[in-house]
């Protein structure tokens, strides 16, 4: 590949640099043989350029090369920039030389062009291929974005990022299902969640954060759950539910304007120009008043339950932006969450909902350890198979909360998708294991 060593990306050209050789490599997107000229569509990942081949200029035998490529050719090609006001971009390129790196074989089991639309399953099941279109590809672009906002904000507020086991011996949490796995002579478990271990961390680093895939054999199969998820999780401690919230609506509104102003292109392969950066604070709605909005709209949904989907879409069209929903019945909550001081019944929790989409929940934490073993008891959990958690209890475990937000769901809400299968590379759910 030395000979073909890029010299620019095609976002890279210009009329202004008329005369000049360069070197590209990329995929061919289409090609038109008009007999005596030949137009081909170069594609890399920053964009596309029109290579131009008269054959009386580029010969024959270059003629016979180019013409005879297809679509999604990996090819090299040396040639020089024209400026051409009616070319693309008001220029083209000249090939002196191409080289075929790949071929491509057909028929292919998607239209790379998008020109001919596709099921959603069938392009995941050539997701590959699928990544090359501009407007899919736009979106872990976007996705790489957020990442980077994220770790920039969490640093400034002085966490520390940090990976916990994904093979476990215990559930961390009561009620998600764990896909088991063969570890030597034993049986673990994939984690769901790095709850337990971000606790404990407080008590070194104080704050902590993690970015990460976890796993639930959850039998749901809809358009917002996976087996396999990616999750960004905050601990942090000498705060309560409160701290953290606002902690998580600043991040929020930190990563929304990073999109807005380092993901313009990408927008607006989406048709997403027009995405807002939310006002903080947000909304607080306690359990009780989203439990009476949703009985005002016909569902009789008991003291002390979870809503039911069609129930979060008449909240959600209620409240079609950002709010948190707090101070949820303690029973309803994982046995983690601190229950409130003057309402048992009640604890220190909160969801934080887009429109009738949870992105993610948190809360405060329980730091005294007979309580929690108590809360563990009262969940039918042995506290016996904590019995490593419940040491460090014995350190001096500080007041603390936290959060977990779904990196896929927050991509659905910047990107206006609607499948959460469209905003991961490679989705994991009870049907597809495979590409």
């Known amino acids: 590949m030395r000979k073909w060593r890029r010299t620019h990306y095609t976002d890279q050209l210009g009329p202004e640099m008329d005369g000049q050789e360069v070197v590209l490599t990329g ?15 170069l594609k890399d990942r920053r964009g596309t350029v029109q290579i131009t081949a008269p054959k009386k200029v580029v010969g024959e035998e270059l003629y016979e090369v180019i013409s005879g ?3 999604q050719y990996c090819v090299a090609v040396r040639g020089v920039v024209r400026a051409h006001p009616e070319a693309p971009g008001g220029f083209e390129v000249i090939p002196r030389e191409v080289e075929v790196l790949s071929k491509a074989r057909y028929p292919l089991p998607i239209d790379p062009t998008g020109r001919t639309p596709a099921e959603l399953d069938v392009r995941l099941d050539a997701r590959v291929l699928d990544l090359t279109r501009d407007e899919v590809r736009a979106i872990f672009i976007i996705q790489h974005e957020v990442l980077r906002a994220v770790r920039e904000f969490l640093s400034k507020e002085g966490f520390v990022e940090v990976f916990t ?24 478990y994939l984690a769901q969640s790095p709850q337990l271990y971000k606790e404990e961390l407080t008590l070194s680093f104080e704050r902590v954060f993690e970015i990460a895939p976890y796993f639930r054999a959850e039998e749901s ?10 999750m960004i999780d905050v601990e942090a401690a000498f705060t309560d539910a409160e701290d953290v919230m606002e902690v998580l609506e600043r991040l929020i509104r930190h990563v929304f304007k990073a999109v807005k102003e380092h993901c313009r292109k990408e927008l607006a392969l989406l048709g997403r120009e027009d995405l807002e950066v939310p006002q903080v604070p ?14 005002s709209e016909g569902f009789d949904v ?3 339950e979870d809503f039911p989907t069609p129930a979060l879409r008449a909240l959600g069209a209620k409240k079609p932006g950002f709010y948190f929903i707090t101070d949820w019945p303690t029973a309803s909550k994982p046995f983690y969450i601190k229950p409130r001081d003057d309402r048992p019944e009640l604890c220190e929790a909160f969801d934080l909902m887009h429109g009738w989409l949870e992105l993610a929940s948190g809360g405060t934490r329980i730091n005294d350890k007979e309580l929690l073993i108590r809360r563990l008891r009262e969940q039918g959990l042995n506290p016996a198979n904590f019995e490593h958690h419940l040491k460090t209890f014995d350190y001096g475990m500080p007041p603390h909360a936290g959060w ?29 294991l495979v590409p």
């Not at 093979?167 to 764990?178: K, M, N, Q, R, Y």
């Not at 991509?411 to 469209?422: D, L, P, S, Y």
């Open 404 to 432: 977990a937000i779904g990196l896929a769901r927050l991509m659905m809400v910047i990107t206006g998708k609607q499948n959460i299968r469209e905003v991961v590379l490679f989705p994991r759910d009870k049907f597809r």
């Open 69 to 71: 490529l297809g679509r």
């Open 27 to 41: 995929w061919v997107r289409d090609i038109r043989d008009l007999g005596k000229i030949c137009f081909m569509v």
């Open 221 to 230: 199969h809809t358009r917002r759950h996976l087996s396999e998820f990616v």
């Open 302 to 304: 008991p003291w002390g």
């Open 165 to 188: 086991p994904k093979i476990i011996a215990t559930a961390t949490e009561g009620g998600a299902a764990l896909f088991p796995v063969k570890y030597f002579d034993k049986e673990a």
């Open 282 to 295: 947000f909304e607080r709605l306690t359990y009780d008043e989203a439990l009476e909005l949703v009985r």
